[in-house]
């Protein structure tokens, strides 16, 4: 069962994140260029992080513990598409103290892919929340 409800997931999140990249296919090769449109996701169940504004850029992970923080240590994350797999909200925070009410804060739903927007591209903090209502 389980098995088959993450095969559905993932599907799901795949559709959601080809539906945002929709524009982006249907234009003309030389205007196609949104972020990690020709990289490939790894394994299903991780909230992927895409690195780069390149078609080609890279796809990063980041595990789905519920409660889990993820601390940037060399300069902040950059995030400009987010696919959350994950079953809970991901947050991204401007800062690594987000808990004393600083900074910016960015939700992403669970089983969603989205472009950020750029105010948010550049998080010190990934929170994969216990959640699992919709942003």
Not at 43 to 51: A, D, I, L
């Amino acid at each position: 069962m389980t098995r088959l409800r993450n095969a559905a997931l993932a599907g799901v999140g795949a559709c959601l994140l080809a539906s945002a990249f929709t524009l982006a296919v249907a234009a003309p090769a030389s205007a196609r260029s949104a972020p990690c449109i020709n990289s490939q996701l790894g394994p299903y169940g991780q909230f992927y992080r895409c690195t780069s504004t390149s078609p080609n850029g890279a796809w990063r992970g980041t595990p789905c513990m519920a409660g889990a923080n993820y601390n940037a240590t060399n300069g902040p994350f950059n995030v400009y598409v987010g696919q959350n797999q994950c079953t809970v909200r991901v947050w991204l925070h401007q800062f690594t103290n987000w808990e004393g009410n600083n900074g910016w804060a960015y939700c992403i739903s669970p089983n969603t892919g989205v472009l950020i927007p750029s105010w948010a591209v550049n998080p010190n903090n990934i929170y994969v929340s216990t959640n699992r209502s919709a942003c």
